[in-house]
């Protein structure tokens, strides 16, 4: 009996205890944990996309004396674009300022300064069913990759001052405006259209692809293209990158659902799904026409497939998934290894054939197969009425990022665009960074 006594007091003492906690370690109000964990790991997920994944994937690709420059192109933008999310990118993007659903004004298309460095948002300010400063995150890894996919297409070289200068103005000018229209809540221009983007096929890949073709032909081609061979250093760096982005994606698809759910499930299948359809048909195609498939064309056809589920992923089914995976895989092919030929510019790594046309693809198919018809889940879909407000919001955004990537790569210009010749030669990691990647 007097055990039992003891025990019934130490229980009341530690309820006591718990009870008398400062209110700051109790959960907020309308705060899911688990919502939050998940976004959490998928924050860390698709920043992990970057630096070191995208690095790698571009660090194979380019040649020897080129692998160093393409690295810190990648991990200098995450610095760069973080300082700009900070001072006022995230506010200009999300803060919905004068914003009314289905009125038309200036802040349809871009937000206001209102939270510029955070300026109001307390720790415990919510966004849904995670802290606010949370989603600022999340959304700062996406506004982080797109420019740095950029970097394939001018690739072994654009000057790093003049990639630094057009990247921070690319941002302000076509990144924050897009993304604005898109996520930035009901009275953005394209969500007021009803346009589909689940994870940034507009926001991200058809900006990024757009982009990537202006600064080709501006750069111009590297030394010797199309006839001297420039040939992947190292596959083994660019199939590792592979397998970062790839598993990276899981949280650029499922993190979007901002949600630990079934939604955030369904995306991480279909992003599966058709990366895995996209990398087969891809190799497929060089069994027949080359007579051997290729460890660069999986992976190509890997990264293809996951940039066009991309806007698709919280609106599609397995079935779905599949025919995004197979179409991608056709025409991305098609896009990087004939289409670059007939035009003849030099996207170095393929970021317009792969992320603009891929991501394409995806825009306009998820008009498709979001009806439950075909095994999404939007129930009544008018199919037709939505792949005209996708294809709409495609040809605005190809000529919103057409025009802000000129006027980008006009600034950049005032230091010059392109290393000279002598120093293109020796390559960028030398004349650019006084150092090597490799010791040799």
């Avoid at 596959?235 to 949280?251: I, R, S």
């Amino acid at each position: 009996m007097t055990r039992a006594w003891r025990i019934l007091g130490l229980g009341t003492a530690v309820g006591a205890s718990v009870l008398s906690l400062p209110t700051t370690v109790r959960a907020q109000e309308g705060l899911d944990s688990g919502d939050t964990a998940w976004v959490l790991t998928s924050t860390a997920l698709v920043l992990f996309m970057t630096i070191p994944g995208l690095a790698l994937f571009y660090g194979g690709l380019v040649r020897t004396k080129n692998v160093l420059s393409v690295l810190m192109h990648c991990f200098v933008l995450t610095a760069l674009v973080t300082v700009i999310w900070l001072v006022g990118g995230y506010s200009l993007a999300f803060d919905t300022g004068g914003m009314v659903e289905g009125t038309i004004n200036i802040n349809s298309f871009i937000g206001t300064l209102n939270k510029a460095f955070l300026h109001g948002v307390a720790p415990d300010a919510l966004w849904g069913s995670i802290p606010e400063v949370l989603f600022f995150m999340f959304q700062l890894t996406f506004a982080i990759i797109t420019p740095a996919l950029i970097v394939g297409a001018f690739a072994e070289r654009m000057k790093f001052s003049a990639m630094m200068l057009f990247s921070a103005v690319w941002v302000v000018l076509v990144y924050l405006p897009i993304c604005h229209m898109t996520w930035g809540g009901a009275g953005g221009f394209f969500a007021d259209m009803g346009a589909f983007d689940f994870a940034g096929g507009i926001v991200v890949h058809l900006t990024a692809g757009t982009a990537a073709l202006v600064a080709a032909v501006m750069v111009g081609a590297r030394k010797g293209y199309p006839h001297s061979p420039m040939t992947p250093h190292n596959m083994t760096m660019c199939l590792t990158g592979t397998g970062m982005l790839w598993v990276g994606w899981f949280g650029f698809n499922g993190g979007s659902a901002l949600a630990a759910n079934g939604d955030a499930a369904m995306a991480i299948l279909v992003t599966q799904i058709s990366a895995s359809v996209a990398a087969l048909t891809w190799i497929a195609i060089e069994w027949v026409k080359l007579g051997k498939p290729s460890a660069l064309g999986f992976a190509t056809g890997a990264i293809a497939g996951l940039a066009a589920v991309t806007p698709a992923s919280g609106f599609i089914g397995p079935e779905g998934a599949f025919v995004i995976g197979l179409t991608s895989g056709v025409v991305c092919w098609w896009a990087a290894t004939q289409l670059k030929i007939k035009l003849g510019y030099d996207d170095a790594l393929d970021v317009l054939g792969v992320h603009g046309v891929g991501g394409l693809v995806g825009v306009l198919l998820v008009a498709v197969f979001a009806s439950t018809t075909f095994g999404g889940n939007q129930e009544g879909l008018d199919i037709g009425a939505q792949l005209k407000t996708q294809s709409i919001a495609a040809v605005i955004t190809i000529a919103w990022t057409l025009v802000g990537t000129y006027i980008s790569l006009k600034v950049a210009s005032i230091v010059g665009l392109r290393v000279q010749a002598d120093d293109e030669e020796t390559g960028l990691d030398l004349t650019q960074h006084t150092e090597r990647g490799y010791d040799i």
